[in-house]
T-cell receptor, first 116, second 112 residues
Framework: GAVVSQHPSWVICKSGTSVKIECRSL??????MFWYRQFPKQSLMLMAT?????????EQGVEKDKFLINHASLTLSTLTVTSAHPEDSSFYIC????????????FGPGTRLLVL | RKEVEQDPGPFNVPEGATVAFNCTYS??????FFWYRQDCRKEPKLLMS???SGNEDGRFTAQLNRASQYISLLIRDSKLSDSATYLC?????????????FGQGTTLQVKP
């Protein structure tokens, strides 16, 4: 089956630092990737849609200057949490949408971010 | 009102029981519907898509009622390994944009 990887799987950092999370589709091309965030006991919330070769589309309430997204190739999207604060601590999950008519989404294993 | 609403549970059932989860969605233009399963501290995994005619996959049956904007999942002969959170997911806009809207999830605990 299709595989999506994320790196790192967990991060602990000090407040004020920037954290970069990578999302890769390992065996298929993905023109569109999605970034979600999940706080404990809550549902996944879509943060932004990442499109290869163009600017990401952010959901309402998500600061584009704080959550930088780059989708430089058909297999890689990155999310950078800039100047992270404790309230950014969360479970960040990406998904990659297979190019083509089926458009099935496959989720990465997620990245746990803890900002001290 | 949340776009996708689910009863968070938890549902505690014995092995072998039949359990049903319900979900409602607010966007009548939604065209794709799914049930995902999420284990503790893991990513969600697609359990099954939901079609208007209803569909079955082994012990799992999904139903969609577009008129009522209601989706259901029935699990028969529950196994211990079915313990997880079940997420009702709806394509969040008209057309197949890929933007998924997740419900809060319903937690199932199957006990021996």
């Amino acid at each position: 089956g299709a595989v999506v990887s994320q790196h790192p799987s967990w991060v602990i950092c000090k407040s004020g630092t920037s954290v970069k999370i990578e999302c890769r589709s390992l065996d298929f091309q993905a023109t569109t990737m999605f970034w979600y965030r999940q706080f404990p006991k809550q549902s996944l919330m879509l943060m932004a849609t990442s499109n290869e070769g163009s600017k990401a589309t952010y959901e309402q309430g998500v600061e584009k200057d704080k959550f930088l997204i780059n989708h430089a190739s058909l297999t890689l999207s990155t999310l950078t949490v800039t100047s992270a604060h404790p309230e950014d601590s969360s479970f960040y999950i990406c998904s990659a949408r297979r190019t083509g008519p089926s458009g099935t989404q496959y989720f990465g294993p997620g990245t746990r971010l803890l900002v001290l | 009102r949340k776009e996708v609403e689910q009863d968070p549970g938890p549902f505690n059932v014995p092995e072998g029981a039949t359990v049903a989860f319900n979900c409602t969605y607010s966007n009548s233009a939604s065209q794709s519907f799914f049930w995902y399963r999420q284990d503790c501290r893991k990513e969600p995994k697609l359990l099954m898509s939901v079609y208007s005619s209803g569909n079955e996959d082994g012990r799992f049956t999904a139903q969609l009622n577009r008129a009522s904007q209601y989706i259901s999942l029935l699990i028969r002969d529950s196994k211990l390994s079915d313990s997880a959170t079940y997420l009702c997911v709806v394509n969040g806009a008209s057309g197949n944009t890929g933007k998924l809207i997740f419900g809060q999830g319903t937690t199932l605990q199957v006990k021996p």
